[in-house]
Every structure is written in C-alpha cells, then in structure tokens.
C-alpha cells in the first residue's frame, strides 16, 4: 500500500485503526506532520498518538474530509483499508470528493479490498472525473487483499 511514497511526500490514511498500514507508511518515509491519519475510535486515536509521533491524527469521519482543517491539502495520496464494500453508494462519493478536494494534482486515491473488483463502482468514478487501475494483491494478508489505484482521468 505504500509503495511508491516515501520522504517528502504528504499522505492521508482512512481508518488507522490499529495502525497497520501506519507502520507501512512509517517504515516508507512518511513521518511527522507529513503523516495524517483520520480514526474515530477512541482507543485506536490513543495508541496512533502514542505510537507515530509527529503524526496528526485526525478525530475525525471519512464520510468528512472536507471538514479537516485547511492546512491538510496538497496530499500526494490517499490510503484506505476502509470497508467499502460494505458502503453506500453516497458514502463512496463522499470519500471520493473529500479525497480528490484534497489531493494535489497527480495525486491518487489508493484502496484495498477483499473482493477481486475495484468497490468503488463506475457510475461514481464516472461521476468524479475518475478511473480505477488494478494494481496487485498483497498476498501476505490473510485472507489476500486486492490493491487499486485510483485517479483523475484528466
């Protein structure tokens, strides 16, 4: 999930969770205030905190980036290990044009999920100016997650 990033690169993560995909961003070179994580849940919230110093980790809804603060912009990416597929359809435009309001130009939207199809469904990529690429599986998860990389068509 973090391949391509590394130092110097600005990243939102979706969901931290128990910082999973954290310590892959971490261990790429994305640290610091260059390192924004969004988590809701409490005690995921005080274990970031503890675990990544420097790190902003955002309170905060995915269903709402457009209410981070404005300083949170210019992202070279943003990473998800959401649940989408087990989402609306207004959720994924939610996430979607949060996540490209805040992405910088050439900047992409990466996600993985269990299923082998891209969970975010063409009429929504269609309706943002968007296409989904296939970019691998991580077979060292269990069970394999799906990695797909998504961006401006134009």
Not at 2 to 20: F, N
Not at 61 to 67: L, M, N, P, R, V
């Amino acid at each position: 999930m973090a391949r391509g990033l590394g130092a110097g690169q600005t990243v939102l993560e979706l969901g931290g969770g128990t910082g999973t995909l954290t310590r892959g961003l971490a261990r790429a070179g994305v640290t610091g205030e260059r390192l924004n994580v969004i988590e809701m849940n409490p005690d995921f919230i005080q274990s970031l905190r503890a675990r990544f110093p420097g790190a902003r980790i955002h309170d905060h809804s995915a269903f709402e980036i457009d209410t981070l603060p404005d300083d949170v912009r210019d992202l070279d990416a943003v990473i998800s290990g959401l649940p989408l597929v087990n989402m609306s359809g207004d959720n994924h435009r939610a996430i979607m044009r949060g996540s490209f309001a805040r992405l910088k130009p050439g900047g992409y939207y990466r996600q993985f999920t269990y299923k082998p199809r891209c969970p975010i469904s063409q009429d929504v990529l269609d309706a943002f100016g968007l296409k989904a690429t296939y970019e691998g599986m991580a077979l060292r998860n269990i069970p394999p997650a799906f990695v797909y990389r998504i961006e401006r068509t134009a």
